[in-house]
């Protein structure tokens, strides 16, 4: 069976220091891959999305960037963190059929002081 | 352009009560797909169901129940007897499949259940 994996788990971070997250998917090749923030507030806004090794669409132009080094594997960087940037980070993995299910991973809560 | 409203922006129920979350969305697409995801306090997205607009059978598995009306553009989701684990956010989601494979994700209804 597929799980996605993602680390760390909780991260504090000082503004202006670098960032770097990451998730991996067992179980599945050639997945689509995403990454979404979640403010306080709920609402889930799409950062980054692949659909193969060193392809990357971003969705909001901001000072993040995505990364796909390996089939399974997605990083979140950035070189300068922003107050802004604190939230809830999730990735999630979908099947190539148009409109597949995603499948979240655990995420990752920053807090950026 | 695609969208999905869900009206309620938190409901509070006492245990073993019925509750229906709604979900209205916007489309332009014949073809299109519709979510519900769930988030318990652990904050991981749990998947609940997907449909796609050509199936219009309403969908029950075991306590939860789906009610998709393409007439209303409406994907309500109801939890029959709910329990205080139903707490949670529960999100509506909506996608083009004739686009792409990005998901709009509705704001989400918190659902308080109380003992």
């Known amino acids: 069976s597929q799980t996605i994996h993602q680390w760390p788990a909780t991260l504090v971070q000082p503004v202006g220091s670098p960032l770097s997250l990451e998730c991996t998917v067992e179980?599945?090749?050639?997945?689509?891959l995403y990454w979404y923030r979640q403010a306080a507030g709920r609402g889930l806004q799409l950062l980054f999305y692949?659909?193969?090794?060193?392809?990357i669409s971003s969705e909001v132009p901001q000072n993040l960037s995505a990364s796909r080094p390996q089939d399974r594997q997605f990083i979140l960087s950035s070189k300068k963190l922003l107050l802004s940037d604190s939230g809830f980070y999730l990735c999630?993995?979908?099947?190539?059929?148009?409109?597949?299910?995603?499948?979240f991973g655990p995420g990752t809560r920053l807090t950026v002081l | 352009a695609q969208k999905v409203t869900q009206a309620q922006t938190e409901i509070s129920v006492v245990e073993k009560e019925d509750v229906t979350l709604d979900c209205v969305y916007e489309?332009?697409?014949?073809?299109?797909?519709l979510f519900w995801y769930k988030q318990p306090p652990s904050g991981e997205l749990v998947f609940l169901i997907r449909?796609?607009?050509?199936?219009?059978q309403n969908e029950i598995s075991g306590r939860y129940s789906w009610n998709f009306q393409k007439s209303t553009s409406s994907f309500n989701f109801t939890i029959t007897a709910s329990q205080v684990v139903d707490s949670a956010v529960y999100f509506c989601?909506?996608?083009?499949?004739?686009?792409?494979?990005?998901?709009?994700f509705g704001k989400g209804t918190r659902l308080h259940i109380l003992p």
């Open positions: 999630a993995w979908g099947g190539a059929a148009r409109a597949d299910t995603q499948y």
């Open positions: 179980g599945t090749s050639n997945p689509n």
């Open positions: 692949s659909v193969g090794i060193g392809q």
């Open positions: 489309t332009r697409d014949t073809t299109y797909y």
């Open positions: 449909r796609n607009s050509f199936d219009e």
């Open positions: 989601a909506l996608s083009e499949a004739t686009r792409d494979d990005k998901i709009i």
